[in-house]
């Protein structure tokens, strides 16, 4: 529980990105057919009551839906989150976000930032409008983790479960309870407004990298994900290569593997041509459970327990 007196005020800073929590559909009852992102975060607030000693700050960075999320608008969040958790007062931040990339966004900032202050990302899968939403739950639970007083790193809140940056994943498309941390496990959970931890908050790390995240999108590596699956070919790998009017030239391949590692030997293929071609080439396992274990004579590297979309991002920053 979060502990502060009037000499030493705490302040919890809710950035706003969008997503279904700020989403409006035409009525109550419909949680599928909304617009995401269209409620301001400060209006999500309204009716939170903050933990005691404790106020609350918010800042609208984005408003989109998180399909659409983008190295631009990761850049300035990770800037927002820097400048806010620089200030004294400020206990730790919280997004407000879409369910479906958050687990990216969580990577990442962890990735740049490791903060040694908690960043709070929380989500909702019913839009503001629902007739039962999710989001005030979601949103207070996530402040109370934001202002809980060792709390650090990057954490992801939705359903009452606090779920490692690195860990996270969406894992079901309707229900409330989306989201899920695999072999490692949730951090803990919020119970009335109180932080029960199992697992140690994810590290800290001085030296963060985002001070050097390019200003302009084309700029950024461009890393492409191809999946292996029955009957692949070398056509996607040969394709990209060969794209012309891509806005940059192909840097990185994340292949999302069969089970431990395996490619379609086509694929693999195309893949090996790649990687003598300079591409960097990194395989992260099609599984949601588990991780590649290495094997002597591997000829691509490998991203451990890394998932796909998390690997590309590792790999994108990696190239920078
Ligand atoms: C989004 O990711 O922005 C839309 C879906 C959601 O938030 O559940």
Known sequence: ???????????????????????????????????????????????IEAPAGVTLAAEQVAQVDSKDMSFAIWRALALRCAHWLAQPDVAGVVITHGTDTLEETAFFLQSVLAPRKPIVLTCAMRPASALSPDGPQNVRDAIAVAATPDAQGVTAVCAGTVLGAFDVQKVHTYRLDAFDA?????????????????????????????????????????????????????????????????????RGLVLATTGNGTLHHALE?????AQEAGIAVLRATRCTQGRILAKPGDKLRDAGTLTPVKARIALTLALI
Do not use: C, K, Q
């Open 269 to 273: 293929a195309a893949a090996l041509e």
């Open 182 to 250: 695999g072999d490692a496990g949730p951090v803990g959970y919020v119970e009335e407004g109180e932080v029960r931890r199992v697992r140690d908050w994810p590290a800290s790390e001085a030296g963060a990298a985002f001070g050097r995240l390019p200003e302009d999108e084309a700029a950024w590596p461009r890393v492409e994900i191809v999946m292996s699956h029955a009957g692949a070919s070398d056509a996607v790998i040969r394709a990209l290569r060969a794209d012309d009017a891509a806005i940059s030239p192909l």
């Open 1 to 47: 529980m979060a502990t502060s007196s009037p000499s030493n005020p705490r302040r919890v800073v809710v950035l706003g990105t969008g997503g279904t929590i700020s989403g409006r559909a035409a009525n109550s009852g419909d949680n599928i057919g909304y617009t995401a992102g269209e409620v301001g975060v400060a209006d999500l607030l309204g009716g």
